[in-house]
Each structure stands twice: as C-alpha cells, then as structure tokens.
C-alpha cells in the first residue's frame, strides 16, 4: 500500500498548515492564510480494503463509548481502523464530529447516524459520481434489512445487554424517526430505553459491516448496484409524474430517492391524529 | 485570540501523526500505529466569532463551486472562513466530505443539507449537552422559516440566476424532501430546475448567517433557545403519550424532534397515492 503523498498531505492540511508543521511550529501562533483555504485535491483521501467482521466490534463499542452513538461508531470503525493500519491521514480526523449523527442528528430523527456515518467515510475518498450508487446500495439495503443482525460477543467491554436477544423489524426507512419508531411499536419496546438503544448499538455493527462490504467491492472495480428501487417508487417516479424534468413529467415536484410507501400509501399510521385520537 | 496549542493538534492529529510531520516525513512511509487511534480531546477545536453577512456569499457561492452543493456551501463558509482569518486546524479539513450533503445527502431527501453542513461545524466544538440546544434553535428556524431570503449581489461570480426574484415558501420540515417538493408544488417550479438549484443556493446563505448567530451567541454566553416546539408536537409528546419513559407515557414509541404536522395530520400528501390516483 502506498504511503500519504506530498499531494495529499497539501490537499489535507492548507499549504499554511503545512509550512507551520514543516518549521516545528506546534504550540505557537499559527500562519494566518491571506486567503480562502483551498482544497486542491477533493475527495483525496486513499481508500483501503478492511475486514468486514474486524470493523463490527469496533462499531460496536463506539456506539457506546462515551455515548458517542451510531453515526461515531460506524465512521470510527472504519476510518479509525484506517488510521490504525495506515496511520496519516486516517488517524488525523476530528472523529467526535460524527457524535452529532446520534438520534439521526442531534437526536432530531433524521437521518439514522449510522449511515450518515457511512456516507460520511465514504466521501473521504468519492466523489457524488462514484458515491452516490453506492449510497443508494447502502441505503436500499437498509429500507428492506430486518434490524438487528449482529450479535456482539459476551466479552464485549460496552455493551449493556449483550447476551440478550431482541426481535427484529424492517426498517422501511433510512429515517431514524421512521426505524427507530417501528421498531418500538412493533415489539412494544419504548424508544428511550436500553434495549431500543442495544438495538441500534447492534445496527451501528450491522452498517459498518455493510459499508465496508461496499467499499471494498468499490475498490476492487467489482462493485455495481444490486438493489433497485421499490416498485411502488419505480411507478412514482421512475414511469410516472414526479421525477425528471418538467418536459416529460406531469408534476416534477420531487427531491429525494426515499421509498414512498411509509408517507404515501395511506397507512393508519400518517392519519389525523390530532383529531378523534385515542 | 490564542493560537492552536499542543492539546488540541495532539487531539487532532493523534501521536503517531505528529510524531511523523515533527520528523518531517511528509511524502514517505508514514508511522504505522500500534492501536486505533484516540482522540484525546474531543469537541477541542476553539470557536471563533464570524460576521453572519460576510458568510452568506461564501456560502452561496460554495453552493455552486464545482456542484458541492449546500452542505459543503455552509460548512465551507463558517470552518473556511475561520482557515483564512487564524490558520490551523480550521484549514485542515477536508471540506469537501460535506459534499456528501447535497440534496438530502447523496441526493436521497433526507436532512437538509445546508442543515448538516450548520450542524457538522457546531460539532467540531461542542458535544451533544451544548449542541442540541443550538441545532433546536436552527432546526425549528428552519421549519418556520419562508425560504429563500437571501438576495445574492448582482456580481457574484457563481451565480445564475442571481438577479431573477424567486417566490418563497414554509420550509414546514428540516427534511429536504418536504421543504423542496412543497416550495416546487406551491409554486410550480420543477424540482429539477435552475430555479430550485437557485432557491437552495440561497437557502445555502441563510442558513450560514443563522448558523452563525447562534455559534457567536454561544461563545459570548447569551445563547439561550426562543424557539419552541410547536403546540401540535407539545400535544403529542411534552403533554401527551408519544415521548418519555414507558412509566409515565402510553405509547412511548416516539424517536425524534421533528413536528409532527407534515406526515401525521392526514393531508391530502400523505393519501394512498397507489389507488385511483390520477
């Protein structure tokens, strides 16, 4: 495997950064930049195979370490893993940064962190022409995974309720909001407790996995999307009004790739509640 | 202002890293790690005041640099504006990780991506106990707010639609899915136009200036939250079943911070659009 190169380094630190670094100049005043910081080589960082069974337990216990959660788990065992191995650049990120995927985002229920992990270490090293199929691999993925898969050690230092088995959902969304509350109702298990957050301490696991699976397939050129779209989306968008452009569609009002059966089929659950509700 | 000290480039950098830079061994074999790599001080990066309007059109020209969108847009503005004003390490980051943000991240509709881009800056100096509040206050701005405000200067060098007037409307939601496809319904503009890149790009402005305010009110100690909760997520949750621990509430199956309104009042939206849907 090929060392950090002086590009790289550049497109990293700033040339000031650099020319500080290079003077010994740790600990006194920076080099103030004239200007902007330009980054002269995006998406620069070397991708690297991983063991997909090496990064779960790392996953794992950086879900609960510190209580730092999915999105630090997922993106510290993979690019944490990297700077093991391979030391710079990989062990020069800011990983707590990754804490704000907890609760899909700053507990908003958003995006589930785990993958805004994932995505994150992979736009390290790919830009959206290379990342965005491969984002639509892992996310497809996780719309239709029944959650969760892993099943941590019963050595394992952090976990809580590593011994115990916990029933499964489909995820059907790659909301936090959506999995997350699912999940609950389903088994009857609340959202704030220990076993909800034993669950997403084992897909913080089951993401990382699936991530690196990804990556490497990306890295040995055999990587291709396996996963379509659901059909109810193919008929929405796909063969139908809303996606494309404003010529061939009826109503092209459309963002996103989310599948629409969770807040477009009617269910009991996106009714009035605030009327005549229990 | 004090300069980046020794704690925080060690936080930063892990030892391994600054042991191979102090040995000047840029461009060669880089020290190999013996163990993942800790970060010492987490959250150890030094805030710094900004002036909100001398982000915006950084933002909303970062916006339409090379395509890296409104995630990349906003974060750039605040951590790259601090690289240009005091050096190391705000010029360190590979900025263009917050690529991945466009359109909901990775074009999916999920969180906003000038959101994420607001949100990833706050968390390179504050951990979950300071920073949810401030996401609160943004997130909930966000959800209230008619989009686009920000009028870009006739001259900007990115922009393309920059002296055109756009129509604004309630975002309703911090989801790009909901904010884009409501603006582009109500004002029957495509989703996938010039028009709608511009209302984000302006977005990209808004929320940078937001993003801001609400970092320099934390430095300085007069931060406090003036937004909240809305009455109908009040009902369901603060006063309601939907929130708490299983002791106290009825169906504590709730994850997350978003109103409620959007998919759980039975708008026409959120019908069966698989059956006699035109």
Redesign the interface.
């Known amino acids: 495997m090929s ?4 590009r790289q ?1 550049l ?4 040339g ?3 020319v ?3 003077a ?1 100049s ?12 330009v ?1 002269t080589t ?4 070397t991708p690297r195979i991983l063991d997909p069974k090496e990064v779960q337990p ?1 996953a794992y216990e950086g879900f609960y370490d ?3 959660g999915c999105g630090y788990g997922v993106f ?1 065992s993979i690019i ?2 990297m ?10 990120f ?7 995927g ?10 589930c962190g785990a ?2 992990g994932a ?2 270490a ?3 090293f790919w ?2 022409k290379d ?2 199929p491969m ?2 691999e892992l ?1 497809r993925w996780y719309e239709t995974a029944a959650f969760p898969m892993y099943t941590p050690p019963k050595n394992a230092k952090a976990a809580k309720l590593n011994e115990i088995s916990l029933p499964t959902s489909v995820a059907d969304s ?4 959506i999995s ?2 699912r999940w ?2 389903k088994n009857g298990i ?4 220990k076993e909800r957050s034993e669950r997403c301490a084992r897909i913080t696991a089951d993401t990382a996995k699936k991530a690196v699976e990804i990556m490497n397939a990306k890295i040995n050129g055999t990587f291709k999307t396996t996963l379509a779209a659901s059909d ?1 989306r193919k ?2 968008v796909a063969e139908g009004c809303h ?4 010529d061939k ?1 009826a ?8 599948d ?1 059966t969770p ?4 269910s009991e ?6 009327v005549d509700h229990p």
């Not at 497109?11 to 700033?14: A, F, P």
């Not at 740790?26 to 910081?37: E, F, K, N, R």
């Open positions: 060392a950090i190169n002086r380094m497109g990293l630190m700033g000031a950064a650099v500080g670094l290079g010994g740790l600990g006194v005043t920076p080099v103030q930049a004239a200007s902007m910081p980054e995006p998406f620069s960082w790392i510190r209580g730092f510290y944490g893993t700077g093991k191995k391979w030391g710079a650049p990989y062990n020069s800011p990983y707590s940064m990754l804490e704000m907890k609760s899909g985002v700053s507990e908003w229920g958003t995006l993958l805004l995505v994150s992979f736009s390290l830009g959206r990342r965005d984002v639509d996310f790659v909301l936090c909001h997350v509350s609950s109702y609340p959202a704030q407790s109810v008929s929405c996606g494309g452009t404003a569609y109503s092209p009002t459309l963002k996103g790739k989310m629409c807040c477009h089929t009617g659950h996106v009714q009035n509640k605030m």
